[in-house]
């Protein structure tokens, strides 16, 4: 079983390329520890800004650094990066497109007992809405790492979301198929019956739906949709294109998520039933992240049960 979180594999990689280059420089909001960031404070001091409890003051100063060719990451609880310093994000990174990469740790649902203020369900749709910002989702710490190494050698904004615990891989270490901004068909891939989009930690869930389904005689298509935006359009329209549904899964609420980027995408291109698999426009139960998964359906069993009820109309 991993025990490696993806915010391990980000900091594996920025120690990496901070050998070579001075110019890299992470952040943080008083956050090193639940970044797992501290090792790269220890090694690389010089390349280390603390801001304390501060996002604002992150996201401004990432950004100064940015415009004095610094190479900025800036790490810091989704929750609180998204939306104390939403402004900071959209004038000082987007409108000025500045090379600044934020790190949201802990998002979705990681800080499931800490209830609703910890928790980061409107992200996606908040941080997509922005102009220059790109979105992503790794699904586990082997794409992480390859996301990572990409997002090193360009010079535009983007936003990286994370969760807080380990998760099972996806892929194999020395077998990463991955292409920037492109989404990975984990399986199937065209005239399928059903297709499942997942992004971030319930890539995996689905991965297990799709095995689950083409068992019971149901043929999938299961795509890894990391880059959220960018989101891979062709991949969507290719999959959904004769499809009699598509199934969209994220750790996210109902609205301005991957489904409705999904759904906007399917209707305009491929007219297709779309079912959307969220969280709720509600304050979320209290609870470990699987426990919340579970109660919402978003495990492979939930998944296979609304596709099965979606099939014959009771979804």
């Keep these: ?19 070579e280059d001075p110019d890299l420089v992470v952040l943080c909001s008083d956050s090193r520890g639940s970044a797992s960031l501290t090792p790269f404070a220890q090694q690389y001091p010089k390349q ?5 409890i501060a996002e604002q003051n992150l996201v401004s100063i990432s950004a100064g650094l940015a415009k004095c060719g610094k190479k900025p990451f800036a790490a810091s609880p989704a929750c609180f990066l998204t939306t104390r310093s939403y402004e900071q994000c959209k004038v000082d990174v987007c409108y000025s497109n500045t090379n600044v990469k934020l790190i949201g740790i802990s998002g979705g649902v990681s800080y ?9 369900a409107q992200d996606i749709a908040a941080m997509s809405a922005l102009p220059n910002m790109r979105v992503y989702l790794p ?14 050698q360009d010079q535009q904004p983007a936003y990286i979301r994370v969760g807080r615990n380990p998760v ?21 891939g065209e005239d399928t019956d059903v297709v499942i989009i997942a992004c971030g930690e319930m890539v995996r869930p ?16 299961v795509l890894d949709m990391y880059c959220v935006k960018p989101l891979d359009r062709k991949a969507v329209i ?19 998520g991957l489904g409705a980027m999904v759904a906007q995408v399917v209707s305009e291109a491929c007219p297709t039933y779309v079912k959307e698999l969220s969280l709720p ?9 699987q426990e919340v998964f579970d109660y919402y359906g978003l495990n492979a069993e939930g998944i296979v049960k609304t596709v099965q009820e979606a099939l014959h109309g009771k979804g």
């Design 139 to 152: 699904s586990d710490r082997h794409q992480t790492r390859k996301l990572i190494e990409h997002l090193l």
């Design 238 to 256: 290719r999959a959904a294109r004769g499809a009699k549904l598509v199934v969209t899964v994220e750790e996210h609420a109902p609205y301005g």
């Design 168 to 188: 099972e891989d996806i892929y194999e270490e020395n077998h990463v198929p991955f292409e920037m901004n492109k989404a990975t068909v984990l399986q199937g």
């Design 1 to 19: 079983m991993n025990k490696i979180p993806n915010r391990q594999a980000i900091c594996e990689v920025l120690m990496e390329k901070a050998a």
């Design 206 to 221: 689905a991965k297990l739906a799709g095995e689950m389904l083409s068992a019971q005689g149901t043929s999938c298509t």
């Design 281 to 289: 426009d509600a304050p979320v139960i209290t609870g470990t992240s």
């Design 112 to 120: 499931g007992a800490l209830g609703m203020s910890h928790h980061s």
């Design 48 to 52: 280390f800004v603390e801001t304390g």
